[in-house]
């Protein structure tokens, strides 16, 4: 990257080739050295900026992300991607949209909403060193049902007509370390493929060997509601922890079932709701939540 002055002399000699061409025969286009001038002259203007990684990101840093339902944490990716790389094509002049990079630092299911931290430039790369911390989620299930899904968008694999009498011994049990079987319908591999993928080929557990994993629970609590068969959960669990296991294995415990009908992540890396920007926000709103994560954290590219 050069610096300022060097390119603000680049920028002066460009000038003096522009007005060259004009008394002289060369072979350089003037409107071609305009671009080239205005497109050098926005880079370092934009690589000034504290936490530039790059001249197409012009801030790199975490951006907690309020995300709406029936998006896939892929598609606010892309999305944001998209704002970002729309404003640097028109900042910089190009045909095409400049690459940037942006990535999520834990998926969210489609059917959750709550807090989705993305990393934009070389934000991508220290994610992991701010969000490896516990996460806090809000969720409800129906003691009706269980699906193949293990929420709303699957199909209805069992029923129950128990009620639900929670048992603050059996809850205790949930607590601290424990062993999850992860979802079939999860992104996780096996042999190869993605569960999600081997169970929309009609597999389910009896043909897919899918070990227990520890994960840990280190808040619960769960509450009735005005609906016998409705159940609201609050809990703080560590990285890889799945809730719609967590509440099909609550639910066995008490010899019914469970679906999971609502989750809202509410905490992730220390971000809260409140700290959180709307999906439709402008590339300029996201740098300037970069900025001010960037100053909180301490965050130094």
Known sequence: MFTRNATLILYTIIVVMISLTHSFEIGFSRSALR???????????SSSEKGVSEPNCKVSGLVPILKPTNWTSQDVVAFVRKTLEMEAKNRLGTKKRPKIKVGHGGTLDPLATGVLVLGIGKG????GSYLSGPKSYVAEFSTLYETDTLDTEGKVVKTSEKDLVLDEKVLETFRGEIM?????????RK?????????REGKDYEDVDVPERPVVVHELRVEGTDDLRKFKMECVVGGGTYIRSLIRDIAYAHETVGTMTMLERTVAGGFGIEDCISLRCSA????????EVNEEKGIEF
């Open 35 to 45: 671009r080239t001038a205005t497109k050098m002259f926005s880079v370092v203007e």
């Open 124 to 127: 991508t790369k220290v994610m």
């Open 180 to 188: 999850q079987k992860p979802p079939m319908y999860s992104a996780l």
């Open 191 to 199: 042999d190869g493929k993605r569960l999600y993928e081997l169970a």
């Open 284 to 291: 300029e709103e996201i740098y300037e939540k970069a900025r």
